[in-house]
Structures are given as C-alpha cells and as structure tokens.
C-alpha cells in the first residue's frame, strides 16, 4: 500500500474489524520503514492529522514529535483537547506553541480576505519551521493526507498540514491514511480509541476562525465569535442536528446595529448562523433548523455573548453563495 494509487482490490473500511486490520498492517509498514528514527508531524487537531498522531503513538511512540500550533483562531476548547488527548492520555512527545499574539498582532487592521489566508497561511509555516529547526534527528515528516487529496492534484499532494513542502526537503515522508477517504479515515479514528467530538469534527478552515470573523479581526469581536460558535455546536449537539447537518458555524462581521439591554441603548455586532448540507463542498444546501431550536440559540447567544445584540441565519444555497463567508 505505498503508492498512491489505491488497489481496486482494497476492500473499503467500514467496520471496527476492517479498521483493526488496517492499523495492524500500518503499525507494521511505519515501523519497517522509520525504525529508530524520529518523525515530525504537525498536528492541527483536525481528523486526519489526529487520526495519523494517534496510528504513529500506537507504531513508534515517543518517536513521533507532535507540533501544535495555536494560532489563536481555534474554536473554543481545540487546543485544550489537543493536549488532554495527546498530550495526557495518549502520553504523545507533544510540543505546545501558543502563538495568539503573534498571529493577532499581524492581522491587525487586515480586513481583506486573501491578505489575511495569506498571512495566517504563512506565519503557521514559519512557526512550524522554527520549532522544527530546534530539534535535532528528525529524519521522517508524518503527513494528514488523504486519497482525495491525491485524486484532486492528480497525484501531486499540495500538502496541506505545513502548507507545502520544499522540493529539497530532506526528511522523508510518512503517510499511513493516504489510501483511505475521509469517512474511512474517522472509523480507523475511532478504532484507535479517540473521542467522538475529535473523529466527527465537521470541517474547519485552515485559517479558522480568521475568516468568520469577518473583517479586519479584533480580539474582543474574535472572543464574541468563539463564544457565540461553541453555544451553536452545544446546542446543535443536544438536538441531534449536530450529526445530520455537514457544517454549521457562527460569522460575526465588523458592524453594528443598535439595541436594547438593560433598559439601555446597546450597541452589538449580530451572529450569523450558517448550517449547510453538501457531497462534494461544490454545491451546499441549506438544512432547515426547527424554530423552537432557533429561538433558544438566539435567547443563549443574546444573553451570554458580550458585544452580540442580535442572530440572523443564513438562507442563501450554494451557489450562488459559497459555504464560507470570506
């Protein structure tokens, strides 16, 4: 299974049996291949780099070197799940950089969308580098990627995890899910023992929550959006949509409208729900939320979410609307 071109005869992994199979024949592959070197591996906390983490644990233990980087734009309790699950239970070689400030200090004033990709993009790329320079005998880079990622670049992976790689690196690659989709990848995820809300995680842009919260970013409107989001992902959890909807989050823009707190004038930014359905992220539709599960996020959101005065939701299908909004 080292190319990458998946074998017609490869049976797809749809049960906890064909999974344990798999993770046997990869512990094995990993181990032939690395030995007693060291692997790196950037771990965003996403399903593939998670999934990959947690198969290396189980091969080459303290081998592997988890790097996560903190941006500062990860949804509320990310990083902190990253660490309990790595770092504590699954006892990982994992390396914790809190980079907010400088990423927030950088994006300063930044409203235009690609600038800030762009800059989010870049400084991951040179914290990631810095952090690789200072440690010494890594042989091997661990990689997230996956079967699409391959059949989209046509067999040239435009690897996402470090946001590409030099063509003179030296370090080898390491890529145990490569041959495996997205929905193959979460039951291997859930075989090695990794929780629900990591395995399941519903699509996350890399730039985060950069790009929702819409505008030049600033910290208290960032703080407004993380807390708005985790009200919505809590209560699309305890109505069951959070399993029948592809993606659903909160978009806070730089504007604000008046309102009324307190008996006072309150002036806020308002929360915009998106929650869309979707194949292939060509084309999305919008799932309908019951409205008794609109109100109570509005009721939560309004009251516990300083700065937010007012929900809207998001009706628009794709197209002529894209998923994100920037």
């Known amino acids: 299974m080292n190319s990458n071109v998946r074998p017609d005869t490869m049976e797809r992994i749809t049960t906890k049996e064909l999974a344990e199979k798999f993770i046997a024949e990869q512990v ?18 996403g399903v593939d780099s998670s999934v990959v983490a947690a198969l ?8 592997l070197v988890c790097v996560h980087v903190n941006h500062g734009l990860m949804r509320k309790g990310e990083s902190e799940q990253v660490i309990e699950v790595f770092g504590k239970e699954l006892d990982a070689n994992l390396i914790y950089i809190d980079a907010t400030d400088r990423f927030l ?31 010494e005998g890594i042989d091997f880079l661990a990689q997230g990627t996956i079967y699409p990622d391959i059949l989209e670049s046509d067999g040239v992976k435009a690897h996402h995890n470090v946001g590409g790689l030099p063509e003179d690196m030296e370090m080898e690659l390491v890529e145990p899910v490569k041959l495996l989709y997205k929905d193959e990848v979460r039951v291997v995820g859930s075989a090695l023992g990794l929780p629900d809300e990591m395995v ?9 929550l ?10 208290d409107r960032l703080h407004a959006l993380r807390e708005a989001d985790a009200i919505l992902r809590e209560e699309f959890d305890n109505c069951g949509l959070a399993g029948k909807v592809w993606q659903y989050f909160i978009a806070v823009p730089d504007f604000k409208s008046v309102g009324v707190r307190n008996d006072k004038r309150y002036e806020g930014w308002p929360a915009i729900i998106r929650a869309v359905n979707t194949t292939d992220a060509m084309t999305a539709t919008i799932e309908e939320i019951p409205y008794e599960v609109l109100h109570k996020i509005t009721n939560r959101i309004t009251a516990e979410v300083e700065g937010i005065n007012r929900v809207l939701l998001d009706l628009t299908p794709k197209p ?7």
């Open 28 to 45: 094995a592959e990993v181990r032939a291949q690395v030995g007693d070197k060291k692997v790196l591996l950037a771990l965003s906390g």
């Open 56 to 63: 290396l644990i189980k091969a080459i233990g303290k081998q």
């Open 105 to 135: 200090d950088l994006l300063k004033d930044v409203a235009e969308p690609e600038k800030k990709r762009k800059i989010i993009g870049g400084e991951f790329i040179k914290v990631f580098d810095e952090e690789a320079a200072k440690l």
């Open 200 to 208: 399941y995680r519903q699509p996350f842009p890399g730039p985060g």
């Open 210 to 219: 950069g790009v929702r919260c819409l505008g030049a970013i600033t910290r």
């Open 320 to 326: 002529v609307g894209t998923i994100e909004w920037e």
